[in-house]
């Protein structure tokens, strides 16, 4: 039995928790720590809730702020927590700045580092992301690859001797919370919405599924108009949770162009949003995370980035690419034929990638 330390950010990072972390406590003795970096408290606690996640035993309160800054407060925070705890092994997930400073902070204290999702590339490395998963994955002992794509940048990179696949924890959790998720009605999941603009009269019955918080499609205002200003022209109404980030920049454009195609929400709960997701017409966002959960649920899905990390989605149009120009964003969504054929889940592992990493840390 080890004494992990296991570190979450952000939503993305809660889901991966959820589900490995139920693994990791039937051979080991967990700490939860969490940064704080993603900010809304109120869904922070309420994916802890519906996930039925272990209260964190740290909370770091980084919250918004430059790279720099979010990175040097979680490798402040984490420094002293493992200077305190001593354990075995910090355990980290995806591409965060919470990511990079728990990497760099263990490293420097030398606590071998687990690192969930690593591998994935998407050769953009003016991306924050991807300088994170860079730099994690050179500092990590145990590189766990979610398949054959990301075992193999590994092995290109010089760590094979780090690199072990085992599936992707994601797939792992939408097939545990999908079948939860489906129990209940629209109706149910439409009155828990919480509206940044009333539209509590509307209860469409076709919809698509966006979201948008990336820098590079968020940081200048009018990339993030240009966007929206294609949502709206969507045949079927665009359900939208709004990232807290860029929240300010919503209530903004909404008084500019008074939106009616879109219904802005707050964040919603993850089994909400793999409601929403299964039962929508498509998907469109710059979420890696989300572009894989429509791929596994087969909604099809345009993502508004310059690349991808797991290009396999992109075969049969089952993944498709857009620009950030309206026309594109609209011919791309609407126009393109997907071929449901060409979905495969094998590189994903069987539905027991957590089972395999506690294994793992265990030998």
């Known amino acids: 039995m080890a004494k992990i330390i296991s570190v979450v950010g952000g939503r993305p990072q809660f889901i991966k ?25 109120e869904l922070s606690r309420k994916l802890f809730q519906q996930l039925d996640i272990i209260e964190p035993k740290y909370n770091l309160g980084v919250g918004s702020g430059s790279h720099a800054r979010q990175t040097a407060a979680v490798m402040i925070g984490m420094e002293e927590i493992i200077e305190k705890e001593r354990p075995d092994i910090v355990l980290v997930y995806g591409d965060m700045n919470s990511t990079m400073g728990a990497c760099i902070a263990s490293a420097k204290l030398n606590v071998p580092i687990a690192h969930v999702e690593a591998g994935a590339r998407m050769r953009v490395f003016d991306m924050p992301e991807e300088q994170n998963r860079i730099v994690s994955d050179h500092l990590s002992k145990w590189n766990f690859a979610l398949n054959e794509e990301c075992y193999e940048n590994l092995v290109n990179e010089g760590l094979e001797k780090t690199a072990i696949k085992v599936g992707d924890v994601m797939y792992d959790a939408l097939v545990y919370f999908r079948e939860i998720s489906l129990k209940e009605t629209k109706e149910n999941y439409w009155k828990r919405l919480d509206f940044i603009f009333d539209r509590s009269d509307v209860s469409p019955e076709q919809w698509y599924l966006a979201t948008i918080h990336r820098p590079e499609n968020t940081d200048v205002l009018e990339t993030l108009e240009i966007i929206l200003s294609a949502l709206e022209k969507l045949p079927h109404i665009v359900l939208m949770p709004v990232h807290p980030r860029i929240h300010s920049k919503v209530v903004e454009l909404q008084k500019k162009h008074h939106y009616r195609n879109i219904i802005f929400v707050k964040p919603v709960g993850y089994l909400e949003s793999i409601y929403y997701l299964s039962n929508a017409v498509g998907v469109i966002t710059d979420s890696g995370g989300l572009q894989r959960e429509a791929y596994w649920a087969k909604t099809p899905c345009t993502a508004v980035l310059r690349a991808v990390d797991d290009k396999r989605m992109l075969k049969g149009n089952c993944l498709i690419m857009a620009k950030v120009e309206q026309d594109d964003i609209l011919d791309k969504v609407i126009n393109s034929k997907r071929n449901n054929l060409a979905y495969d889940f094998s590189e994903y592992g069987d539905g027991h990638a957590c089972r395999l990493i506690a294994e793992t840390l265990m030998k």
Do not use: C, M, S
Request: net charge neutral; proline share 0%; charged share 30%.
């Open 17 to 41: 928790e959820a589900i490995t972390g139920k693994e990791l406590r039937k051979l080991h003795k967990e700490i939860l720590v969490h940064t704080g970096q993603h900010y809304d408290v």
